[in-house]
């Protein structure tokens, strides 16, 4: 499975972005997808998950909403109300047998895309 992120950019505070993640591979529709993030100086971070459900980290619930188009084997991340805390570098990333324990866990998640600046102004 090969995964190409797009959709970052910059941005003012309280502005909006969609990421998208397009997934090559007959299995989408079976894969758990994620995405992580990187602020400078910072670990990587979890962001967001759908499987059969979604999952959100805390400080984006409400904010951010994940979803996945498997006719089109893609899944995106619609982020509303941007803070410049949200800067970072984003990654997609897919998993075959991820645990809904383990969404949040980077280890559970077999291929990873190559990341889209996510900047945002205050």
């Known amino acids: 499975v090969q995964l190409q992120a797009s959709g970052g950019g910059l941005v003012q505070a309280g502005g909006s972005l969609r990421l998208s993640c397009a997934a090559s591979?007959?299995?989408?529709?079976?894969?758990?997808m994620g995405w992580f993030r990187r602020a400078p100086g910072k670990e990587r971070e979890f962001v967001a998950a759908v499987g059969r459900s979604t999952y959100y980290t805390d400080s984006v619930t409400g904010r951010f909403t994940i979803s996945r188009d498997n006719a089109k084997n893609t899944v995106y991340l619609q982020m509303n109300s941007l803070t410049p805390e949200d800067t970072a570098v984003y990654y997609c990333?897919?998993?075959?047998?991820?645990?809904?324990?383990?969404?949040?866990?980077?280890?559970?998640?077999?291929?990873w895309g190559q990341g889209t600046q996510v900047t945002v102004s205050s």
């Open positions: 591979g007959r299995t989408f529709g079976s894969l758990v």
């Open positions: 990333a897919a998993g075959e047998s991820v645990t809904v324990d383990g969404v949040s866990v980077p280890t559970q998640y077999n291929y």
